[in-house]
């Protein structure tokens, strides 16, 4: 799995990064995408039951990641609750979100009380934070996707979203997604 985060990071492979990777596949409900033997890509999901929410720690797609098939993992774990929260410089992840919940804050709207209250019991909110839910320099004055170009959205609401963030000095973006109805799409 650490292969295909670094290919799916664009990161070099690093001690850090390997504990990192480490940290984050042993955080919850692990789901693992095999092609060929090899482990081409992951998702990691930090169950709150009692909150009925998730937190979706970890995304990775590899080359070689059957099309479809990280959207259809968050999807169907999504839905077995009220609310998914992910911390992303990724469009991609930004689109994901969209097209599997209903709502995703920050998005159409801004945070208010009961959102931050969310964030704040999975331990998500930050003093980093500005009320537009980018939270400044999270990942330590770098971005987190290593090498070569961002790939962006063609979804100008999307892009308009992740705008806001500073790459190169770390900022993160807090997504807050109401699940209810999601892309008529997936399948089970």
Do not use: W
């Given at each position: 799995?650490?292969?295909?985060?670094?290919?799916?990071?664009?990161?070099?492979?690093?001690?850090?990064?390997?504990?990192?990777?480490?940290?984050?596949?042993?955080?919850?409900?692990?789901?693992?995408?095999?092609?060929?033997?090899?482990?081409?890509?992951?998702?990691?999901?930090k169950?709150?039951?009692?909150?009925?929410?998730?937190?979706?720690?970890?995304?990775?797609?590899?080359?070689?990641?059957?099309?479809?098939?990280?959207?259809?993992?968050?999807?169907?774990?999504?839905s077995?609750?009220?609310?998914?929260v992910?911390?992303?410089?990724?469009?991609?992840?930004?689109?994901?979100?969209?097209?599997?919940?209903?709502?995703?804050?920050?998005?159409?709207?801004?945070?208010?009380?009961?959102?931050?209250?969310?964030?704040?019991?999975?331990?998500?909110?930050?003093?980093?934070?500005?009320?537009?839910?980018?939270?400044?320099?999270?990942?330590?004055?770098?971005?987190?996707?290593?090498?070569?170009?961002?790939?962006?959205?063609?979804?100008?609401?999307?892009?308009?979203?992740?705008?806001?963030?500073?790459?190169?000095?770390?900022?993160?973006?807090?997504?807050?997604?109401?699940?209810?109805?999601?892309?008529?799409?997936?399948?089970?």
């Amino acid at each position: 799995m650490f292969a295909a985060a670094c290919e799916g990071f664009r990161r070099v492979p690093t001690e850090d990064f390997r504990k990192d990777v480490a940290e984050h596949v042993r955080d919850g409900v692990l789901y693992v995408i095999i092609k060929d033997s090899k482990a081409v890509g992951f998702a990691v999901f930090k169950d709150y039951p009692e909150l009925k929410t998730t937190y979706i720690s970890g995304i990775v797609k590899g080359s070689g990641t059957p099309s479809g098939i990280v959207e259809k993992i968050v999807a169907r774990h999504v839905s077995n609750f009220e609310t998914a929260v992910v911390r992303t410089q990724n469009d991609r992840v930004v689109e994901i979100m969209k097209g599997v919940c209903r709502e995703v804050i920050p998005i159409r709207r801004e945070a208010d009380e009961k959102d931050l209250d969310i964030l704040k019991q999975t331990k998500l909110f930050s003093p980093k934070m500005s009320s537009d839910l980018v939270v400044h320099g999270h990942y330590s004055g770098s971005p987190m996707i290593g090498e070569g170009e961002r790939r962006r959205s063609q979804d100008e609401e999307v892009r308009k979203t992740t705008d806001r963030l500073d790459y190169e000095k770390g900022d993160a973006l807090i997504l807050i997604g109401f699940i209810g109805c999601y892309n008529n799409e997936v399948t089970t």
